[in-house]
């Protein structure tokens, strides 16, 4: 199988580009380093059957070029910064909906029908129905980077239907991980480092989310393209279990050694769009025979050691945001 890959230096991406060339497949990386990393990618450079383009999604006629062969698209690049979606109210618009449409137009181009989309759980909102599956009432958007993502879902199935298309859309809680560059563990990690000794906290701590771990993730991502059957299939992708933020710090704090003071600020949410209760019902997934294989706290731990060991992305990413 030839794969094309957005966003294939970014964290998910660059797992799964790691993950379909170890299961023997051709990739075609796609990404503008904005925030992807190309040491994620060192791996796959040394492989003859990767190749990099360096491109924007803007550009329409570069993705149909890159693209041409491919027999199935997996569309990871955009934006997610939900936090500061209120700052740059164009940049979801642009860099999601508006370039998920461009990777559509390329693929009906280059005749490219097969389509996984990573959408997120943030599009349910303040969700009435807890655990939240995929058919619960239409949501009322509660961030910009949602309404972006339930745009682009709504040209996907579109496209589904007029060219014939098939397509895989994953509704991801917040993913965990090695190469996680972005979230809430990354951001205490950042903050306990320039102080152990205080930990300022947004919101109230008792929000509530769920979490997974990416390798779970990329299981439950090739369990449906292998066994899920319809024209659009919309799939939950989380654990069967949330935690609070606080028992997320204590995770962390406890696995290095650390009490720090906390300060609480924000109410019972962490910004504008911070949903306070995220938990999916994933029955859907599970019913194709998938299930995680690490626990939430399991995950949280992986990923501070991972970050522990590779301080030079927090300081990166410290220093851009400086």
Not at 67 to 92: E, M, Q, Y
Not at 216 to 228: P, Q, S
Request: aromatic fraction near 10%; charge should be neutral; charged fraction near 20%.
């Amino acid at each position: 199988m030839k794969a094309f890959v957005t966003g294939a230096a970014g964290f998910i991406g660059s797992n799964l580009v790691d993950r379909l060339l170890r299961d023997g497949h051709s990739v075609v990386g796609f990404d503008n380093f904005s925030t992807g990393q190309m040491q994620f990618l060192e791996g796959a450079l040394r492989t003859p059957v990767f190749q990099l383009v360096r491109e924007n999604l803007s550009n329409v006629d570069a993705i149909a070029q890159a693209i041409s062969g491919a027999d199935i698209v997996f569309h990871l690049a955009a934006n997610a910064d939900v936090r500061f979606g209120t700052d740059h109210p164009r940049k979801d618009l642009e860099q999601n909906t508006l370039c998920t449409s461009n990777v559509l137009e390329a693929m009906r181009l280059a005749g490219v029908r097969r389509i996984a989309f990573s959408s997120t759980g943030s599009i349910y909102g303040d969700s009435d129905v807890i655990p939240t599956p995929e058919n619960a009432p239409f949501p009322i958007q509660t961030s910009l980077y949602g309404a972006s993502k339930l745009a682009c879902e709504g040209l996907i199935s579109a496209y589904c239907e007029g060219f014939g298309f098939t397509s895989y859309i994953f509704r991801f809680v917040s993913i965990l991980g090695e190469r996680y560059t972005h979230g809430h563990v990354y951001d205490f990690l950042n903050k306990l480092h320039v102080n152990p000794h205080k930990l300022q906290v947004l919101g109230d701590g008792k929000q509530r989310k769920s979490y997974l771990y990416v390798q779970d993730c990329l299981d439950a991502i090739f369990t449906a393209l292998e066994r899920a059957t319809g024209k659009v299939n919309i799939l939950n992708l989380g654990q069967n279990e949330y935690c609070n933020v606080n028992d997320s710090i204590g995770w962390i704090c406890e696995h290095l050694g650390l009490s720090p003071e906390l300060e609480y600020a924000g109410g019972d949410r962490g910004w504008i769009g911070d949903s306070p209760f995220i938990f999916l019902d994933c029955s859907r997934v599970r019913s194709l025979g998938w299930n995680p294989r690490l626990s939430i706290r399991d995950s949280v731990i992986r990923t501070v050691d991972y970050l522990q060991q590779n301080r030079e992305l927090l300081a990166r990413r410290a220093k851009v945001h400086a």
